[in-house]
């Protein structure tokens, strides 16, 4: 049977009692055994019998396979701890066991731990109380309060008893200095032991740590400072305070119990005043880089400060893990300042870290028995956190500027003055000191995130619009090349990028990466880190890349400057576009944006060339065009240079200026041609002569109406409608309509009839008209078919036809029928198949044939047959009527009258009529003339 995971196995300093009632609402992790990463909540009030009961919550794995439950607890609570027993399962997954929970409360309150009992290994569990670590990060914010020192601070003497040689007892003199902040207590302890040969008695100095609770201090040794290793080092304290004396057992070799005086209150020595201030910093270590600030002041009381931690430095303040402790000078030790940490005005656990089962970068520095401080002759600040046992021994004897050791904890930090300053009250994080020669405005940044900034700005102008993470590595560098250039790296990194050594490319890559990536989300500057500076590669490829785009981008500044000065001609124009063409072969060695720029003044340079040309054009011809005429092609010329100035790419506001230049003369010359034409409306007779007159005029207005309209936004459409008025007038006189009539009647009969009666009624009527205007349609229409029907050659070869059977023109007659239905076929398969699937639909017959109609592959319609001749050869009776041999002659046209061969496009029609063979059909007598049978043509 599984048990609940409890985990997180560490505690920072020693055991400490149940200072408050437990009551409140705690969330943590925990582990059991082999298994981890589970997550618990505990929620519990307690009675003022010390009964505590509650609920814990627990949720096991995650995802569709998380095992979530939850039991009742009961238990009791006191100055060493708790004990939660399993009482009743509200939710109780499978194969899962409820144990009971044994720990302590720290932080005020803020923080439980403990240990889940039946659990042989990682028993350890960890919460933390919102609501509590909040007013810890409230008074961790503030400004810095020294320690409180209350009872029992102060100096105390008093004796050690220890056993001597056969069962005698020695009385050892101690003294110790007690330093308090709210229940938390750090103590310097001197024990004097008698020299054996009557020299000096030794001194041997321990720091002890703990905390003090319902009239008992608990102290544990935390490490000695005796010169010579720990002889009689003071492992423990357990004292009873009894107003002026403590007193109670010591775990020291050979000692059983001590007793201790008050003697007076603690003489905490002031701080040296070029030490206090505000210091800050950060330092790199293997799990991440902790952002530091220190806060040092003479109080009344003494000196006294606060080291506020937090880690990892890349991440936003509310993700790192914290702490904040308050320290105590106690004196010098060899050239250091010895400074005790009294209490942890914050303890904050990231959930980060806290999913990771660790205490994070600040972890250890919560365990620290000790500070050593001093200032470097740099005018910095350096911090020795005393943190084994072994710190202890080498701080014995260590001077300031030695290296203290490879594992023990070294803080380095600057005074925080001017913009570090403000960046640091805006909660801002120290910068990263790189090595040098490494500097320029990054180093010069007052934080990490101002850092981070710079490094934004670097490659903003290189990256921004650009999918970094979906685009080959290798177009990427291509686009970034510029942001690596002499030019645009050095000022930001203070030396050129093919000169940044092995060591120096890591240090910035693993801040780019923790510190603005990750930290910040500058997924830009994340890039140019991972896969150009930090890659060995990608480096080496950016650095030739580098050689090959100092030479294409000083050929892009020539050609710049080249384009500048050439003249305003033609060539020049010719010349620009060999730029553009070599800038496209150059398109792997310059960005996007050095492209873009090279396009726009190349642009730019050809639209002023084009410019000048136009206005030269315009200078020169100008002045005759102004004083020309319609006649003369002044007005034309005037319209073709509108339509340059219109269509040519010149510059927007010579646009403007030259438009305005041409239009006087050209609205004067088309008022003046207007004004000439509709002179001539009033006297147009209503005849043929006077409709042709105004289909004359009409058509001469037309363009120049449309041209003034379109280059220069005037309407002559009002000047010209007297003549629109004229022309209906005439249109509307029977007599017109008779002479058109009469005219198109006396067209020539024969090959070429038709095109003899379009040419005709073309010269008074166009298109349009036709459809405006019925009457006049169906004249034409008529004349037509008439002229149609004169254009077929008709022949009788018959031998001695009947009375009755049917005569060549009957025939003629059918045939022409039948070829008319086939052009009105035509024409509605040419409108369907060039509108598409709106009119085909889904007919697959009527998709076959128009991939045989012509109009779908010219886009032209106008296709159509004609009748040539006919010829009956013979008519016999048969079936009631009468079988006939003829043959037919069929020509194809396109649009406009040209004779095509389209015997493959037209289908079986098409295939059939056009050729000369005899043709059989079968005619019937009926009430309205022949019904005729033809098995081809049904």
């Known amino acids: 049977m599984a048990r609940i995971l409890l985990t997180l196995a560490f505690l920072f300093g020693p055991a400490l009692a149940l200072a408050e009632p437990l009551a409140g609402r705690w969330s943590g992790t925990y582990a059991c055994n082999a298994l981890g990463g589970a997550q618990f909540t505990l929620e519990t009030e307690q009675a003022g019998n010390g009964i505590i009961s509650g609920t814990f919550s627990f949720e096991i794995g995650t995802g569709g396979h998380a095992l979530k439950g939850a039991y009742k607890v009961m238990g009791r609570g006191g100055a060493d701890g708790f004990r939660l027993q399993p009482r009743d399962w509200i939710e109780r997954p499978p194969g899962v066991e409820a144990l009971a929970l044994s720990g302590r409360t720290r932080d005020g309150g803020a923080v439980i731990e403990g240990e889940m009992e039946g659990c042989a290994l990682n028993d350890r569990f960890l919460g933390a109380s919102a609501e509590g670590m909040a007013v810890r990060l409230e008074d961790a914010n503030s400004e810095p309060v020294p320690p409180t020192m209350g009872p029992p601070a102060g100096r105390w003497k008093g004796e050690v008893i220890c056993r001597g040689q056969r069962k005698t007892t020695l009385s050892l003199p101690i003294e110790a200095v007690i330093l308090t902040d709210g229940d938390r207590v750090a103590a310097d302890a001197r024990v004097h032991v008698a020299n054996q040969q009557g020299g000096v008695p030794a001194e041997q100095r321990t720091i002890l740590g703990g905390q003090s609770a319902e009239g008992r201090l608990e102290l544990a040794g935390l490490g000695s400072l005796s ?139 919560a365990k620290a028995g000790a500070y050593l401080v001093s200032e470097t002759p740099a005018g910095g600040l350096e911090l020795v956190a005393l943190i084994r046992s072994g710190d202890f021994a080498v701080a014995a004897s260590l001077m300031p500027g030695t290296p203290p050791g490879p594992k023990t904890s070294v803080l380095v930090l600057q005074r925080s003055e001017g913009g570090l300053a403000d960046a640091v009250v805006a909660g801002e994080t120290p910068p990263v000191i790189f090595p040098e020669p490494l500097g320029g405005t990054l180093a010069a940044a007052r934080s990490r995130e101002a850092q981070c900034a710079v490094l934004q700005e670097w490659i903003t102008p290189y990256s921004e619009g650009k999918d970094m993470r979906g685009t080959v590595i290798a177009n990427l560098q291509r686009e970034l090349a510029e942001a690596f250039t002499d030019a645009k790296f050095e000022p930001v990194f203070g030396l050129p990028f093919a000169l940044l050594s092995d060591e120096e490319r890591r240090a910035l890559a693993r801040f780019i990466r923790e510190d603005c990536e990750q930290g910040q989300g500058m997924a830009d500057v994340g890039f140019a880190g991972a896969q150009v500076i930090g890659h060995q590669r990608g480096y080496r490829e950016m650095v030739k890349r ?96 509108a339509g340059r100035i219109a269509d040519e790419d010149v510059l927007p506001d010579a646009r403007q200026e030259l438009h305005d230049r041409i239009a006087p003369p050209a609205l004067k010359i088309s008022d003046e041609y207007v004004t000439a034409l509709m002179a001539e409306v009033d006297t147009l007779p209503a005849s043929l002569q006077g409709l042709a007159d105004a289909r004359r005029i009409g058509a001469a207005l037309g363009p120049v109406v449309e041209a003034v309209h379109e280059h220069f936004g005037a309407d002559l459409r009002p000047r010209i409608q007297p003549l ?103 024409s509605q398969i040419e409108d369907d198949c060039l509108q598409g699937v709106a009119a085909i639909g889904n007919s697959p017959a009527r998709g076959i044939e128009c991939l045989t109609m012509p109009a779908v592959w010219t886009g032209q319609k106008g296709f159509a047959s004609e009748l040539v001749s006919v010829t009956k050869i013979s008519c016999s009776p048969d079936a009631g009527g009468f079988r006939c041999y003829f043959q037919q002659e069929i020509q194809f046209f396109g649009p406009g009258g040209a004779r095509m061969n389209l015997e493959d496009f037209i289908g079986t029609f098409g295939e059939r009529a056009a050729r000369l063979e005899v043709q059989e059909a079968l005619f019937i007598p009926g009430n309205e003339g022949w019904q005729v049978l033809w098995g081809d043509l049904r």
């Open 724 to 826: 629109f008025l004229r022309r209906s007038m005439i249109e509307s006189d029977p007599a017109v309509l008779e002479a058109f009539r009469k005219l198109l009647a006396d067209a020539p009969s024969g090959r070429g009839a038709k095109e003899a009666v379009r040419a005709a009624a073309a010269q008074y009527l166009d298109e349009a008209a036709m459809q405006r205007l019925p009457e006049y349609d169906a004249v034409y229409k008529a004349a037509l078919e008439h002229a149609e029907w004169r254009a077929i050659i008709i022949t009788d070869n018959s031998r001695n036809p009947g009375g009755d059977e049917p005569r060549a023109e009957d025939i003629a007659r059918f045939a022409l029928d039948r070829v008319r239905e086939v052009n009105a076929t035509i």
């Open 227 to 365: 010169p010579g290793g720990p002889r009689f080092q003071i492992n423990g304290l357990s004292l009873a305070v009894d107003g002026q004396s403590l007193s109670g057992p010591v775990n020291m070799r050979g000692c059983d119990k001590v007793s201790l005086t008050y003697a007076g209150p603690a003489a905490v020595p002031p701080l040296p005043d070029s030490m206090t201030g505000s210091w800050v910093g950060t330092a790199e270590q293997q799990n991440g880089a902790i952002a530091m600030h220190f806060e040092l002041r003479n109080g009344q009381a003494g000196g006294f400060g606060e080291l506020r931690l937090g880690a990892p430095a890349h991440l936003p303040v509310e993700r790192r893990s914290k702490l904040h402790l308050v320290l105590a000078p106690v004196g010098e030790l060899n050239g250091w300042q010895l400074m005790l940490p009294l209490g942890q005005r914050a303890f904050e656990i990231s959930q980060d870290d806290v999913r990771r089962h660790s205490s994070g970068p600040v972890g250890p520095f």
């Open 546 to 641: 580098l050689t090959d785009v100092a030479e294409s981008s000083r050929w892009a500044e020539a050609a710049l400057d080249e384009a500048q000065a050439l003249s305003s001609t033609a060539a020049s124009l010719a010349r620009i576009e060999q730029l553009k063409a070599g800038a496209r072969d150059r398109a792997r060695e310059l960005s996007a944006r050095q492209i873009a720029g090279l396009d726009a003044g190349l642009a730019l340079r050809a639209r002023q060339i084009r410019t000048d040309i136009l206005r030269a054009d315009i200078d020169r011809d100008l002045p005759g065009l102004s004083a020309g005429s319609r006649e003369d092609g002044a007005l034309d010329q005037l319209f073709r240079l």
